[in-house]
Every structure is written in structure tokens, then in C-alpha cells.
């Protein structure tokens, strides 16, 4: 069972033929939304979106322990594809590119942050070293290959609070740091993944210059965001299809 979790632009896979939709309640609360298990090809897939029903839930707001725990506990996934929209940072990585980062910088605050919080289970702390499972980013690389796009094999992911997004001077720093791209979802969700031992790697749509760079060196033009990550995530749909398609 592969489990697909889709961020802004994603919140349905086409051609996931649907076998049935589950409520599912755990010890953290509610999911984002219903968990909706099918096929594509050969490959079982559970998908849920992020976001909730009409992109409600803002990313400060996701309940990540509960998304995770219902996907891996109750659905029985075995590995976990994130899908998300990105700002780019780096001067390769515009409006349309796909990335599948290899490592994180958080910079979240006020989330819940593991399963290890306290009570009388000893203290976990879980290796974090490499932040994405390699075995399954490299799976994602080569399906995008095999299908003929092009995908950015390395870079770091900065994970920052929102809703609001980032100033400049914000991004400048993020830069500084080395940050290629700029997103909201990242953390906690995968080191989430890694408490529970589960292979996680994300997939990202570039979807506007991130604040200060290329034509958002003013302000972010949201008319033009709408119609790249539109374009951006219909190429994560096929790279995902794709996988699973040709691996089980």
C-alpha cells in the first residue's frame, strides 16, 4: 500500500480508481479528510488531501500526527508520497519546475511535533539525518526519467509557518542558510513519517519565484501562481502514476 498525500494543486489523483472511502478516527484527533483507497496499475494507493475538502485547513492548522497516524496505522501504508506546491529560491529552480528535495530546514514553531510527547513511554529520539528515504526519492527520479520529465534531484527544502508568506529579507536569510525552495508543509509531516519508520519522500511543484526573486522581487503575482502550479502538478500526477504503474 503506497500512500499519496496532496498538498495545494493536488487534491485528487485522477486516475486513482476509487474502491471505497474511510472516516477514520485516531489518538490525535481527526484527519484532514476521508482516506480514499484504489488502484493505479497494479499499485494499492490510500490518498489523502492535506488541506481538507475545499483546501480549508491552513498549513499551521493540518493535523499531521492524526494524517499520518490514519495513513500508516489504520490504511496500512507502507510508504508515504508527499505532493506539494514550492516557492523557488535557487536561481535553477522557477515557476514550473518539479523538485524532489533531499533535505530540510524547519523553521515551523507551535506545531505538534512527534508521537514521543511525554506520558510514561520512554523518550524516542529518532535519527533525522537524512530526512527523505532514498531508496523511494530515487524511485520518484526514475519515474519522472522513464516519463520523460524533468526533475531536480537535490535540495533543501525550508520549511516555514505560514499562511502568510515570506518577506524578503525572510527568503535572503532562508538563502543564506541554503535553502533551495520554500514551503509550509514540510514539517512536521516528515519527521512524522520517520518516528513511525515508514519511507517518506515529497515531490514539488514550483509555483511562483519565492519573495525578492525573479518577477516576485516586489510581490508575489498570485493571477499567474494559479495557472503554473495548475500546469506543475498535472506533470506530479504523471511522475506518481507513472511509479506506480511500473512498481509495485
Known amino acids: 500500500m503506497l500512500a499519496v498525500i496532496g498538498g495545494s494543486g493536488l487534491t485528487q489523483l485522477a486516475s486513482l480508481a476509487a474502491v471505497r472511502r474511510e472516516v477514520v478516527r485516531t489518538p490525535y484527533g481527526e484527519p484532514s479528510g476521508t482516506l480514499t483507497f484504489g488502484r493505479i496499475g497494479a499499485q494499492e494507493v490510500v490518498f489523502l488531501a492535506r488541506h481538507g475538502h475545499g483546501h480549508t485547513i491552513p498549513p499551521h492548522r493540518v493535523n499531521y500526527r492524526a494524517n499520518l497516524w490514519a495513513l500508516v496505522k489504520a490504511a496500512g501504508a507502507e510508504g508515504i508520497i508527499s505532493a506539494a506546491s514550492v516557492g523557488g529560491i535557487r536561481a535553477d529552480l522557477g515557476p514550473g519546475a518539479l523538485v524532489v528535495p533531499h533535505q530540510i530546514i524547519d523553521t515551523t514553531w507551535g506545531r505538534p511535533q512527534t508521537f514521543f510527547d511525554g506520558g510514561e513511554a520512554p523518550v524516542v529520539h529518532a535519527d533525522f539525518t537524512e530526512p527523505y528515504d532514498r531508496a523511494l526519492r530515487e524511485r520518484l527520479l526514475c519515474a519522472a526519467e522513464a516519463a520523460g520529465l524533468r526533475v531536480s534531484g537535490s535540495a533543501v527544502y525550508a520549511a516555514t509557518q505560514g499562511p502568510r508568506l515570506e518577506t524578503a529579507a525572510e527568503i535572503e536569510r532562508l538563502a543564506r542558510d541554503g535553502a533551495d525552495i520554500v514551503g509550509m508543509t514540510g514539517m512536521p509531516e516528515a519527521g512524522l513519517a520517520r518516528e513511525l519508520a515508514i519511507p ?18 516586489s510581490a508575489i503575482h498570485f493571477d499567474r501562481l494559479e495557472g503554473v502550479l495548475h500546469e506543475a502538478m498535472g506533470r506530479v500526477r504523471r511522475v506518481i502514476e507513472h511509479l506506480c ?4
Do not use: Q
Not at 517518506?200 to 525573479?214: E, L, M
Open 200 to 217: 517518506y519522500a515529497a515531490i514539488c511543484a514550483v509555483a511562483n519565484w519565492a519573495a525578492g526573486r525573479g518577477d516576485s522581487a
Open 245 to 248: 504503474e511500473t512498481e509495485v
